[in-house]
């Protein structure tokens, strides 16, 4: 970018074009989830037609669950690599590819591959850009703006139930997927709005040439410290280097990030399965099959509404300091619900479990990528955000078949309940816990770094022996300083960047 | 042996498969206002007499072994007021589909019918008109596939669609004590049926994707102008 660029506009607009990029994200986050869901009405015609069993036909959503999550890093370093642009394009382009040759297949096998994979790997695509580029046109309207984008979610699942049924009625399965690769080529239009932002590269290349030395003083290396120096002219760099530029690695030695991942895995173990359990358990103590799927409307619609004003909430003025204490209270409210779940045995006391739950899931949803993006920074926040999914894939998937066994063994759906409920009260409990103890290591180092800021030549040879983890802070330092001092805000950023 | 629990007039659906003996049992709930019925097992206008009775239920015991001992079967308990229960003993359902199958010519159909008992055996017809005629008699033998994957699921593929395919196939289950039937419809569409809004959606798509790179390109080259214009007055 030319220098008068980098001078004009030093931070993330927080508006103008964003909100169209934001569009855009709703878009393709929309139907990066609520796609797989809503294929599940096509699965009874499909095990008819090739014969085969139910476990053979929910394969294929799982393996396009784990497509999606496992191809987050590979989403990752071709984000670092090309931007979110051309990447959400190729991706909406996969997906219509995957959907299209999926209504010509002739083989449960091919079903797999086509809608499995490529579809999947194709959402993958769609769905870390996206987020990616939140973050670089967002700062201090982020929180709004990522509650308004994960609420693509359930307003797709609530566009795309409806409308897939239609179009089965009326096409048959082939048909329909043919459409729907149609209508999934419908991400490039996402993507050909994510305009590459010119001042976010400014700033990432500075703090990505920061991050780098770092690295290297981080990694034993026989050449000294060399400082301004720029990425280009380095020769010589090792094979560590070169991989931290597309998919940074030293992101486990970040106490945050490593705080959010075990939280955030521990808490997938218990997130879906409710989800996925509503209507067969409504369907257990009686109550008829519109009724029960009315439940997971209630439940949609809520947490449409809550995704959008949680992100308010967590954008105001007392929250956004302390947005991982929300975070950690949203998780440990869902497992509440859970766990009080068995006590509802009419079908009012499930419709309002649905609608604390639609509430739940919406406030946990609308943070989900919030809180990663304000422990790591918007720099570090692709790699941060594939490793993350490729970290909560495995336990993704486990989620269900658990609460299935569970199930199967004690005969009862409240032990599902009640592990599941377990499950993330104690992620949400060690959030908070861990949370408190980073926000106290933080505003140590960030006394300890204001001390040092006087002195220039201290703060070179302390970053030298600096430990691991006071080196991380200075990353996160920047991201929270204009938030906790407002009203320096805007002169921090330019001094900190 | 088979209960039915009296209060308000109760209905009670038996699916038989074969030859059994069945006992039907009327109960009276203890805080029920009738206080000694006099009770009546009918079926139909008939009345059965040999009823089995004690404390407060009514038993009456059928040997259903063939199709006439089918039919409902109804307890009466007259009071003050009267009260009844009904068994309704039939040959199992069959599941097919309510909804019209939908497939694409040279695709192959597929239905499939189930039930939770066993049959004896399967037969498919094809509906010409009001007359229902075995399909194995109209359809040579490379043209379509009877499948049985378990005894109780039978499975007919239809193979090289063509739109004369189309139309209501019934399945038919042979029970021991009788027969049930299910419907398909099918629908046999042309490959052009979801082309045309496919290709109306990929057609929106380019446009879309093609109207905003062409503002982008225009936004930038107005902001290039823009910049030259300035770089002018500094210079002057």
């Known amino acids: 970018p030319a220098p008068a660029e980098a001078g004009r506009a030093p931070g993330p607009p927080d508006g103008g074009w964003g909100w169209v990029v934001l569009f855009g ?81 002739t083989s449960i ?81 996402a993507g050909a709005l994510f305009r590459p932002i010119g001042p ?44 931290n530029q597309y998919l940074d690695f030293s992101l486990f030695k970040h106490r945050g990030f490593l705080i959010y991942l075990i939280g955030n895995v521990l808490m997938f173990l218990g997130f879906f399965a409710p989800i996925v359990f509503l209507a067969p358990y409504a369907k257990h103590t009686g109550i008829d099959e519109y009724s029960a799927a009315f439940l997971l409307s209630i439940l949609a619609i809520v947490d449409m509404v809550a995704r959008p004003a949680t992100g308010i909430i967590a954008n105001s003025r007392w929250v956004r300091p302390r947005i991982q204490y929300f975070f950690s209270f949203a998780i440990a409210f869902n497992g509440a619900c859970h766990l009080l779940c068995p006590l509802a045995s009419s079908y009012t006391g499930l419709a309002v479990y649905s609608g604390f739950f639609g509430l739940a899931f919406g406030m946990v949803c609308a943070m989900l990528f919030e809180t990663l993006m304000d422990l790591v920074g918007a720099a570090r926040f692709t790699s941060a955000v594939g490793l993350v999914t490729i970290a909560e894939c495995c336990t993704i998937l486990l989620g269900p078949p658990i609460g299935g066994i569970l199930i199967d063994t004690f005969g009862d759906y409240k032990y599902m309940f009640i592990k599941c409920g377990t499950v993330m009260v104690l992620a949400g409990t060690f959030l908070f816990i861990m949370n408190y103890y980073n926000y106290r290591m933080l505003a140590k180092e960030g006394k300890e770094r204001k001390k040092k800021e006087e002195d220039p030549q201290s703060v070179r040879t302390e ?35 | 042996l088979l209960t039915g629990v009296s209060g308000t007039p109760q209905e009670k659906n038996i699916s038989l498969a074969s030859p059994t003996k069945v006992e ?51 307890c009466i308990l007259k009071g003050e007021k009267e009260v009844s229960a009904t068994f309704h003993l039939q ?24 039930t939770e008992y066993k049959p004896k055996s399967w037969t498919w017809y094809m509906a010409n008109g009001t007359e229902l005629v075995p399909i194995d ?22 193979l090289k669609l063509t739109k004369a395919d189309g139309g209501v196939y019934w399945c038919e289950a042979i029970f021991e004590l009788g027969k049930s039937k299910a419907r398909f419809e099918l629908k046999v569409l042309s490959i052009v049926a979801p082309l045309k809004p496919f290709i109306a959606i990929v057609a929106e798509v380019a446009i879309l994707v093609t109207t905003v790179v062409l503002c982008e390109v225009y936004s930038k080259r107005k902001a290039k102008g823009r910049e030259k214009e300035f770089d002018q007055i500094e210079r002057l």
């Open chain 1, 463 to 497: 970053n030298e022996g600096k430990k691991t983890w006071n080196k991380d802070s200075t990353q996160s330092g920047p991201e929270l300083e204009p938030l906790r001092e407002e009203g320096e805000g805007v002169k921090k950023e330019m001094n900190g960047t």
């Open chain 1, 200 to 243: 976010g590269t400014a700033t990432v290349k500075t703090q990505v040439t920061e991050e780098s030395k770092n690295a290297r003083k981080g990694t034993i290396t026989e050449d000294g410290p060399m400082e301004n120096k720029t990425e280009e002219e380095e020769e010589g760099k090792d094979c560590f280097e070169k991989i």
């Open chain 2, 91 to 114: 040959v199992p359902k069959i599941e097919g589909k309510e909804k019209p199958v939908i497939t694409y010519e040279g695709d192959i159909a597929v239905m499939v019918c189930k």
């Open chain 2, 137 to 158: 008699k109209i359809l040579p033998k490379d043209k379509c596939k009877f499948k049985t994957p378990s005894a109780n699921v039978a499975r007919l593929e239809i």
């Open chain 2, 24 to 74: 039907l049992t009327c109960k009276l709930d203890e805080n029920s206002n009738l206080k000694n019925p006099q009770v009546t097992w009918k079926r139909g206008s008939e009345t059965i007499s040999h009823t089995i009775k004690t404390q407060n239920s009514w038993t009456i015991q059928v040997t259903i072994s063939d199709s006439s001992h089918l039919g409902s079967y109804t």
């Open chain 1, 25 to 105: 994200a709703f878009v393709s986050i929309g139907f990066a989830y609520a796609f797989p869901k809503g294929l599940a009405i096509f699965f009874k015609e499909i095990q008819d037609f090739f014969g085969t069993s139910y476990s053979e036909i929910a394969w294929v959503s799982s393996i396009m669950l784990a497509t999606t999550y496992g191809a987050g890093p590979i989403s990752s370093i071709l984000v670092n690599r090309y931007g979110s642009r051309p990447v959400v394009m190729f991706g909406g382009l996969l997906c219509g590819v995957g959907m299209i040759s999926a209504a010509f297949c």
């Open chain 1, 109 to 189: 096998l091919q079903l797999y591959v086509c809608v499995g994979f490529i579809t999947g790997f194709g959402l993958a695509l769609n769905l870390q850009p996206s987020v990616i580029i939140i973050g670089k046109y967002f700062l201090k309207r982020r929180p709004i703006a990522n509650g308004l984008a994960m609420a693509g979610s359930p307003v797709m699942l609530c566009t795309l139930a409806p409308l897939n049924q239609f179009l089965f009625d009326n096409f048959g399965w082939r048909g329909s997927f043919l459409i729907l690769g149609g209508i999934l080529l419908n991400c490039c239009v």
